[in-house]
């Protein structure tokens, strides 16, 4: 009796150890990661100071003398960013409404898989698909010289970024409470009042979060815009010109560079840049949900 | 004293997919008066209620044979809904305050049925809440949010919010089942004094409530008007065993 009672005891040791190493794991490899990424990142900062690599508009890695500014990536990232946000989260929103508030039961369901589809598909492919009929397009109907422009990255982006807006908002729209609506259609509201003035105030800290979510998603996205945005490292002067993303240009030079050459540091430098982007949206996006808890 | 009928209801049948919840109901509500209905569960009574102001409409399965008059309107006819349920209020089971401040939540109604004039607005607000016997508690907490409130009071100010758009009819759904004694008091006193202004119906588990509040009681069972009568005679000398039974705890 007493032996089996220390057995158990070791055992569920054991097993709490067990949770407790997985439990911390993601929390060590974050650190490391960020750890590696800081090592070879500050390394070029012996070298080029800060400034210069954050907003010099010269990014010419292997000329001599190179020019290591970032500024023309920044743009190229923002202007795609800013652009599939602004596509993709009044659709992803209205169309967690239309969802979760509007849809009959047969519908919501074909819309739901459908969603669930658009995740799942690799993002290679969404690029290869870009490149054969948006590009063409944008550079027909725009007159454009090339399609290969902010503009198709950031529709195509915008598509990429709406499954995680919609089903995270459609979500949090469920998590409100039936009970809403119905106190405001017994007070005469309509249903499109219902939903503007009381379902999406109630769910607009999971809406924000969808929000932040689906933006993270387009900043950290590589493969498919490096497909179909042109990647000439200038700042665009509209969004209809070529433009480099940040992601893209670690992807493409990567295989290229000397290891310890400044080249590759700067690389890293960038991914630290891009971490700390991501970090930050993150970051509000979990104040936004927190927030309502409260 | 010559009563005016203000709700008509003639053979109700209701049923969700082939489920029977009303089965050929027919009953008459006077105006001025609280009806108040009673009946085990399942006995169809939430459902009536939800019939008056189209609120089963929400319901794929939900078929609806009869007819029901507001005020002579047939309301299952070509009608705005939104300006039925601004005639006939409702008070849900459960407090529940709209996410928002106090005041907000008294004035959604009347910004929905565009009422703009922030002094009419202030004004409609004050008095509702009044009526309510919610005014002096929360007058100087109006900028607070509604959740903040006692449960007791939520559901005064959902009672001053179903007030603050001006309807003839008020329907309780169970009102009270979520509140403590004294909350429960405030509202019945509510309610005996809304008789000068309102009709209400008040659906209620609590037989006692009703023999409390109620000018007539009707007793649902399985879908069927058992009996509608004087609450007193309903309570004292009921007609017809079943309602007996019911009253005097044998089942139900």
Redesign the interface.
């Known amino acids: 009796m007493q032996k089996s009672f220390s057995q158990k005891r070791l055992q569920e040791w054991i097993i709490e150890r067990c949770i407790y190493m997985s439990g911390i794991a993601s929390i060590i490899f974050v650190c490391l990661i960020f750890l590696f990424l800081a090592k070879e990142g500050f390394s070029l900062f012996k070298n080029i100071s800060i400034f210069d690599f954050l907003l010099g508009q010269k990014w010419y890695p292997i000329s001599t003398p190179p020019f290591f500014g970032i500024l023309s990536l920044i743009v190229g990232s923002l202007y795609v960013t800013l652009g599939a946000t602004v596509i993709a989260v009044p659709i992803g929103i209205a169309s967690a409404v239309y969802i979760s508030e509007v849809a009959p039961p047969r519908v919501r369901e074909i819309l739901k898989s459908g969603i669930e589809v658009l995740a799942a598909i690799p993002s290679v492919v969404l690029g290869f698909i870009g490149m054969m009929t948006l590009v063409p397009w944008v550079k027909n109907t725009f007159h454009l010289s090339t399609g290969l422009t902010a503009f198709s990255g950031a529709l195509m982006l915008g598509f990429m970024a709406m499954p995680t807006i919609v089903s995270i908002a459609e979500d949090a729209l469920n998590a409100v409470p039936k009970r809403y609506k119905e106190a405001a259609l017994a007070l005469g509201a309509t249903r499109w009042q219902s939903i503007w003035r009381v379902i999406l105030p109630a769910a607009s800290s999971g809406i924000v979060a969808a929000v932040m979510l689906g933006i993270g998603r387009v900043i950290g996205e590589t493969m498919a815009v490096m497909m179909i945005t042109g990647n000439a490292a200038r700042i665009p002067d509209n969004i209809f010109q070529p433009v480099r993303t940040l992601t893209a240009t670690v992807a493409a030079e990567m295989g290229e560079t000397v290891r310890g050459s400044d080249h590759y540091y700067s690389l890293f430098a960038i991914g630290i840049v891009l971490f700390i982007i991501t970090f930050c949206i993150n970051l509000i996006a979990d104040f936004a949900v927190h927030r309502k808890a409260k | 004293m010559v009563k005016t009928v203000k709700v008509q209801a003639l053979d109700l049948n209701v049923r969700y997919g082939t489920h029977e919840v009303l089965k050929a109901l027919s009953l008459e509500v006077y105006g001025n008066e609280i009806l108040s209905i009673i009946g085990p569960s399942n006995s169809g009574k939430t459902t009536f209620l939800r019939c008056l102001?189209r609120?089963n409409d929400?319901y794929?399965s939900f078929h609806f044979k009869g007819t029901l008059t507001v005020n002579g309107v047939n309301i299952y006819s070509d009608i705005d809904v939104?300006?039925?349920?601004?005639k006939v209020?409702?008070v849900?089971a459960?407090p529940?305050v709209?996410?928002?401040t106090v005041l907000e939540n008294v004035a959604?109604?009347l910004r929905?049925?565009g009422i703009k004039d922030k002094n009419k607005i202030a004004e409609a607000v004050e008095r509702s809440l009044q009526a309510a016997y919610l005014w002096d508690e929360v007058k100087d907490r109006l900028g607070e949010h509604g959740m903040k409130l006692s449960g007791g009071q939520q559901q005064r100010l959902?009672l001053a919010?179903?007030l603050a758009?001006d309807p003839e009819i008020i329907l309780y759904d169970e009102p009270c089942s979520a509140l403590d004694p004294i909350s429960t008091a405030k509202i019945e006193e509510a309610m005996v004094r809304f008789k000068e202004k309102y009709t209400q119906i008040l659906v209620t588990n609590n037989t006692k409530q009703a023999a409390r509040v109620a000018d007539r009681t009707a007793f649902f069972l399985m879908g069927q008007l058992v009996e509608v009568d004087d609450t007193r005679k309903l309570f004292t000398s009921p007609s017809d065993r079943r309602t007996d039974d019911y009253i005097s705890g044998r089942f139900g």
Do not use: D, I, S, W
């Not at chain 2, 939104?82 to 601004?86: I, P, Y």
């Open positions: 102001n609120f929400m794929a939104e300006k039925l349920r601004k209020g409702m849900f459960l529940t709209l996410p928002m959604y109604g929905r049925h959902c919010r179903t758009v």
